[in-house]
């Protein structure tokens, strides 16, 4: 709700919006920021909640949409913003990428198998989420620069309308895999460990409380986006963009990364891995679709081809995965690759 009222105030009072300048300005932008991301921890909080009455693997579904939309209305704000950013979408979604493939990932890996040594995995499902995130990830963000209109990195309209058809039919075909024809290739809980789904009253409130919640983060967005950018205008960063859409992939990928995290540590590393990947896996599916028609509607041009340096690190992180994933069990050095790998995308961001 204070969220909401902070929105309401920027629309009755724009002079007080970041991007203006002033005391008062500053400090509102900060508030805003903080209270994006704790709408944000809501919204997983709330999810958490109607996951639990959904059951597996609906209620991840729901979980990773929910970020999802939050990432897409961040994103769409920052392009809309002050001047053209054609290369943040794809900033955002390499960065939601290497966060989950590596970060979040290794993390889940590492501190799982020094808990509970090996742990064993869902190699179909897994294998499930790979394949389908390392096509899309090779035709959106690779084959832009080697097509013959992709010299600057960036599709024709028709080509970026036809792969971004392309790229919501494969994903409608994993979530009819994934919920309908082969749901006991995801399932995430081991045998006696269910827990009981919430009454529904809790149900009701959390659904309620869920879509309130996106709401406020949509209202947010905006501000936030101008706040991140008026800041990031005072450094001087080789690649704005990438460290631009870094933080915004962290700040959103938090609220998962924790669970993620938590889960690994109980032993449900099937269930930390749908999480992870579902989400990751959601934002190359649908956050580039999404941003393609605004780019296309509002005329703005969006370049999605990498350049080397990301390009390696992106096929480096998928080969990796399929290592790592590749015989249905892991350990805590599958997870130590994984986060070093991280650590020399972080590096790169500041120093490429």
Not at 7 to 16: D, K, Q, Y
Not at 220 to 233: I, K, P, Q
Not at 286 to 314: C, F, Q, Y
Request: aromatic share 6%; net charge negative; proline share 4%.
């Amino acid at each position: 709700m204070a969220a909401l009222l902070l929105a309401g105030l920027f629309l009755l009072r724009p002079e007080l919006s970041p991007g203006h300048k002033g005391l008062a300005a500053d400090a509102l932008a900060f508030f805003s920021v903080m209270l994006l991301a704790a709408a944000a921890f809501c919204t997983v909080s709330h999810a958490d909640v109607v996951a639990a009455r959904l059951g597996q693997p609906f209620g991840t579904l729901l979980l990773t949409l929910s970020v999802t939309v939050i990432e897409v209305s961040v994103i769409a704000s920052m392009m809309l913003n002050k001047d053209n950013n054609p290369t943040l979408a794809r900033e955002s979604v390499l960065s939601v990428l290497m966060i989950v493939n590596t970060g979040i990932v290794g993390l889940c890996l590492l501190l799982g198998s020094l808990k509970h040594r090996e742990q064993t995995i869902q190699q179909q499902g897994v294998s499930g989420y790979l394949s389908v995130m390392i096509a899309l990830g090779v035709m959106l963000l690779i084959l832009p620069s080697e097509t013959r209109e992709g010299a600057s990195g960036a599709f024709s309209t028709v080509q970026l309308l036809y792969m971004s058809f392309i790229a919501l039919s494969l994903y409608a075909a994993f979530l009819y895999m994934q919920t309908v024809r082969h749901r006991e290739h995801f399932g995430s809980q081991p045998e006696g460990h269910a827990e009981a789904p919430p009454a529904t009253a809790p149900f009701l409130v959390a659904l309620a409380m869920l879509l309130v919640s996106l709401v406020a983060v949509v209202a947010l967005s905006r501000h936030v986006a101008s706040a991140f950018e008026d800041f990031l205008g005072q450094f001087a960063l080789e690649d704005p963009d990438a460290v631009t859409g870094a933080l915004v992939a962290l700040l959103l990928l938090l609220p998962e990364g924790i669970s993620a995290v938590r889960a690994a540590a109980r032993n449900h590393l099937q269930h930390s891995l749908n999480i992870a990947l579902g989400s990751a896996l959601a934002t190359i599916a649908l956050t580039i679709p999404a941003m393609a028609v605004i780019s296309v509607l509002i005329g703005r041009p969006m370049v999605l081809g990498l350049d080397n340096e990301d390009r390696t690190l992106l096929l480096l992180t998928f080969v990796l995965s399929i290592l790592s994933f590749g015989t249905g069990k892991t350990n805590a050095l599958n997870g130590a690759v994984h986060l070093i790998v991280f650590c020399v995308y972080v590096l790169l961001l500041f120093l490429p």
